[in-house]
């Protein structure tokens, strides 16, 4: 029994949003009702959320929270959650986007059929939560895939002009990578034992992992790589995130950035790294290039955007760059800077969507070159603006820049038996940090200062909705920013143990 | 004697209930026959369903013409439910566009007499008999509104080419009967497995392989489906979209692991091959459709590649067995449900499925166009429904059985087929009805039996260990041992 009472915790965290849909459901054709069962149950998820991070041991490597009831026999399925270092931020990181975005939409910024747009975020959440909480791969690729369907609703149905084209992109790139990974995750179970003992647990295959030829898990990786890196996105699969992002309504945006890319990375973490060590040591030299290019491409195309919603997508893939990096230099350092940079992405480019959101709503503008002289009228916004964008590019004292630092640091040390090693890669991640600074103080500077045009002069500042929205993201910026040992301390000893596993020296494979 | 008709008391039932009907059509007044004729077939159906044994350990009746294990009784419920849906989508359509009602509901019950009996058949016979029984109702089905010459051309197509295929299949019969001296799959197994593969044997499974491929509509003896599909009237297609073909691979099972599953003969690459190709034809020519009912007839098509693809794995023994089983469960019932679902939009008369027509769906019609979704987002196979766990099912003997690029084949062709489902499901959701778009008439039976296939294709997708438990009994006389 837990100090709070609640036992199934994890499980109770999947079903709160599914609960809500019903009353949701009953209401739907009341606005009012709506709007006000998603706030409700959005919050009671944040809430549950943090009481799971006040149950979590702070030190245990292992999965916590552990539950685990049969779900399909015939294929080796079961319901199996948990949570380690790896998840537990990355869960109340999505609870609490997940509550801001509802709110936000809530205050007017969805006007048309809002009780479908609420019912699609609540199924949302049910899967990025369940993303996070899945220790069984086949109930993983369910959550995986159950995002889908909502965020293609929400992009088609609420987002902009080009909606369509761009949500049939977005869900047929993800198709395309997960249903090869299905395939994947198929292999796996037929290769995790003899027929009657195989599973699709991952403690129990982690545990038989020796059971997977160096040979298979070159092809396996190859397939379950693939999806993340659609997912992250990585370069060069990344064309259909700016797209995504353009369209997509403020809200769908927030959680997009915040959360779905997130999936990816944690997606390597979980499951990819420490099931096939083989193959990640085989694609290591192509996911470390990929990483880097993605670093200075995904800058060098911010500093030319014109739009600004596009820049901040952009400035996604450059960041995301810096969790695969992270991930796959291979050592400690590496990996908790990429889940620190994973969970402070989530907050701060959350924000920017946000507030590039706000700024549409009110000017109807998103080019760089119809803003200008804001800061004249609206002093609120500059400053929450100016604390994420200096967030963003990794000022210290604020949450980018642990992150990055630690993956930079990882970088560092990365020493491969062959090929490039840190001392080449690591200067050239660096730019990348020179070039965020340069796009989002560009950016900032001609948005905000400037002569404001007549048009504008007028709209008002933020409400207190909008700083209702923005607080918290901005408390969470400084207080990781400030005092980063106290996120480390959730994640370091599980992410010791996945690296521990993924580059295991004694492991031998059998054929 | 007493033992044989009692074997049989559900196809009975079914005999029944058809023949009460066309009695009770002709003596009710109209107003009462439309109120009546459908709740009279769903208990004649749900009667048959519980008059017989859901498992069983298999018994042979008729001097060996007929026999009871868990394979025919599996399919003897598929059928049921699958009829049992395409009575309930269809009053209000009948209604509205002057069809018989007593006829067709009475027409829709032979056919899964049929049906039925090609499960149960356990000889040559019985089962030509079977198909027979099941497809000529079905072309009448299709040339139902007589006065819709697309009707007719349904009818005519679907009629003329089933008539060759089941000449071919039928001649194929007789060189297998020629080879055995006996027209039972029982005799036909002890004497390919005396003689082995001989020139005559691969005449009669060629032309026998012929025959069931043009009842499944594999490719390249496909073409009748588009048109058949596209005229006959949409409840009509929706039925005859799914149970024929559930029926040709029932035959499919009964004849190549039944009759011929001695032969030391490996068809296994050769099927995978015609599966693949099936598969990536049926999306290819679907995704080029602007017609929703030609897209999904073209889509069923792609849907018989899939389950071909586990056929083709049968030597991994009651897992492919149970895959085909169980898509076919999956396939019934989400396939008749999109198909039905296009009702909505024609009911009033106009030919009805194109893309434009259903801009807007979901506002005119939210109920409807939300189960729509479902089975469109089923038939691609994302969770939580049943269409992606029958994909799984599917995915997983074809990789067992070392078809790596087979698997690789389906997860693609899977993304094929996302971009025009998807595309549908655009035009419902994403789009703004048309000014003057039609005002969608009230039908609340359709509205009953889309609601019910909906809640199953999720409810399956979340819990499928029983249905596959069942499948995988069902699919034991076929493993290969």
């Excluded at chain 1, 539950?67 to 015939?74: S, Y």
């Excluded at chain 1, 103080?441 to 007028?458: D, K, N």
């Excluded at chain 2, 990536?280 to 590649?305: C, D």
């Excluded at chain 2, 087979?406 to 009805?433: C, E, G, K, Q, S």
């Amino acid at each position: 029994m837990s100090p709070f009472g609640l036992d199934h915790v994890l499980t109770l965290l999947i079903v709160i949003p599914l609960a809500g849909l019903v009353p949701l459901l009953f209401f739907i054709r009341d606005d009012r009702a709506v709007k006000q069962v998603a706030i409700v149950t959005t919050f009671a998820e944040l809430i549950l959320s943090i009481v799971m991070l006040s149950q979590f041991h702070i030190g245990e490597a292992g999965y916590q929270l552990h539950e685990k009831v049969p779900w399909i026999p015939g294929l080796g399925v079961s319901y199996e959650l948990g949570v380690d270092g790896l998840s537990v931020l990355l869960v109340p990181m999505t609870t609490l986007l997940t509550f801001i975005s509802v709110l936000y939409s809530s205050g007017g910024a969805i006007k048309t059929r809002v009780g479908e747009f609420m019912a699609a975020f609540l199924l949302l959440e049910v899967g990025m939560v369940g993303v996070f909480l899945a220790l069984d791969l086949f109930l993983f690729y369910v959550f995986f895939e159950l995002m889908l369907v909502p965020m293609y609703l929400i992009i088609g149905i609420w987002g902009g002009t080009r909606r369509v084209y761009a949500t049939l992109k977005f869900v047929l790139f993800t198709l395309a990578g997960s249903l090869l990974m299905l395939v994947a995750i198929i292999a796996v179970y037929l290769a995790s034992g003899d027929p009657g003992s195989r599973t699709l647990s991952l403690p129990e295959l982690i545990a038989g992992r020796a059971r997977f030829s160096a040979d298979f898990q070159f092809w396996v990786f190859l397939a379950f790589g693939l999806a993340f890196a659609i997912k992250m996105p990585m370069v060069p699969f990344h064309t259909w995130l700016p797209d995504a992002h353009v369209e997509a309504p403020t809200a769908g945006s927030i959680v997009l950035a915040g959360v779905l890319l997130k999936a990816g990375g944690y997606g390597f973490l979980r499951f990819a790294l420490p099931l096939f060590p083989f193959g990640t040591q085989a694609w290591l030299p192509v996911l470390i290039l990929l990483s880097v290019v993605a670093i200075l491409y995904g800058a060098v195309v911010s500093v030319v955007q014109k739009d600004l919603k596009k820049l901040v997508a952009y400035s996604s893939v450059a960041h995301m760059g810096f969790v695969t990096l992270g991930i796959f230099v291979l050592n400690a350092q590496g990996a908790v800077g990429a889940v620190l940079q994973m969970v402070n992405h989530g907050f701060v480019t959350g924000a920017l969507f946000l507030f590039v959101g706000i700024q549409y709503e009110k000017t109807h503008r998103r080019q760089i070159a119809d803003l200008g002289g804001l800061a004249n009228r609206w002093p609120l916004y500059t400053t929450f603006f100016g604390v994420f964008v200096l967030a963003s590019l990794g000022l210290p004292g604020l949450s980018g820049f642990v992150g990055e630092f630690l993956v930079l640091l990882g970088t560092f040390k990365f020493n491969p038996a062959t090929g490039p090693g840190g001392l080449f890669w690591g200067p050239l991640a660096a730019i990348g940090v020179i070039l965020a600074a340069v796009y989002l103080l560009w950016m900032f500077q001609r948005v905000m200062f400037g002569t404001v045009r007549e048009a504008y002069r007028s709209l008002p500042d933020l409400s207190p909705l909008e700083v209702a929205c923005a607080v918290p993201l901005l408390l969470l910026t400084v207080l990781l920013g400030i005092f980063p040992q106290a996120a480390i301390a959730y994640i370091e000893p599980s992410l010791a143990r996945i690296i521990a596993l993924a580059t295991d020296a004694s492991f031998v494979v059998l054929k | 004697m007493i033992t044989d008709v009692g074997a049989v008391l559900p196809e009975i039932a079914v005999t029944i209930t058809a023949l009460l009907i066309l009695l009770s059509d002709a003596v009710l007044e109209r107003s009462q026959a439309r109120r009546w004729l459908p709740l009279l077939a769903v208990a004649g159906l749900v009667a048959a369903i519980f008059s017989g044994p859901f498992t069983t350990n298999g018994g042979s009746y008729f001097s060996g013409f007929v026999i009871v294990d868990t394979f025919a009784t599996f399919f003897r419920v598929l059928f049921c439910v699958l009829a049992i849906l395409a009575v309930l989508v269809a009053p209000d359509y009948l209604e509205r566009r002057r069809i018989p009602a007593g006829e067709y509901y009475a027409t829709v019950l032979f056919s899964t007499v049929g049906a039925m009996a090609i499960a149960l058949s356990a000889d040559l016979i019985s089962l030509f008999v079977g198909i027979e029984l099941m497809t000529i109702p079905v072309y009448v089905l299709a040339a139902m509104q007589r006065r819709d010459r697309y009707s007719n051309e349904a009818g005519l197509k679907y009629f003329l080419l089933g008539a060759f295929s089941s000449a071919i299949l039928l001649y194929g019969f007789s060189w297998l009967y020629g080879i055995a001296g006996t027209t039972a799959y029982a005799g036909i197994a002890d004497v390919v497995a005396r003689d082995g593969l001989t020139g005559v044997t691969a005449v009669a499974i060629a032309l026998v392989t012929v025959g069931l491929s043009f009842k499944a509509a594999v490719i390249p003896f496909h073409q009748w489906t588009p048109d058949a599909y596209d005229g006959a009237p949409t409840p009509a297609t929706a039925f005859m979209s799914v149970a024929p073909k559930a029926a040709a691979f029932a035959a499919i099972l009964r004849v190549f692991f039944g009759a011929l599953g001695p032969l030391e003969f490996d068809w296994s690459v050769l099927l995978a091959v015609l599966a693949a190709v099936t598969m990536t034809g049926g999306n290819v020519v679907a995704l080029a459709q602007t017609n929703v009912k030609r897209m999904l007839a073209y889509s069923s098509i792609a849907h018989t590649g899939y389950i071909l693809a586990a056929v083709a794995a049968y030597k991994v023994g009651g897992s492919a067995g149970a895959a085909v089983l169980f898509y076919v469960f999956a396939y019934g019932i989400m396939n008749l449900g999109a198909f039905a679902c296009l009702a909505y939009l024609d009911l009033g008369g106009t030919r009805g499925a194109t893309l434009e027509e259903l801009d807007g769906f979901s506002r005119r019609h939210p109920g409807g166009a939300l189960a729509f979704a479902v089975f469109l987002i089923s038939l691609t196979g994302i969770p939580p429904t049943v269409g992606f766990i029958a994909k799984v099912f599917i995915i997983g003997p074809v990789l067992d059985r070392g078809f790596v690029w087979l698997a690789v084949t389906i997860a693609l062709n899977a993304v094929l087929a996302a971009f025009y489902y998807l595309r549908v499901v655009v035009h419902v959701y994403m789009y703004d009805p048309a000014t003057g778009a039609p005002r969608i008439l009230p039908a609340p039976l359709l509205s009953v039996g889309l609601g019910v296939a909906a809640v199953a294709t999720v409810v399956l997708g979340i819990v499928p260990d029983g249905l596959y438990r069942w499948a995988l009994q069902a699919a034991g006389p076929f493993v290969v041992r």
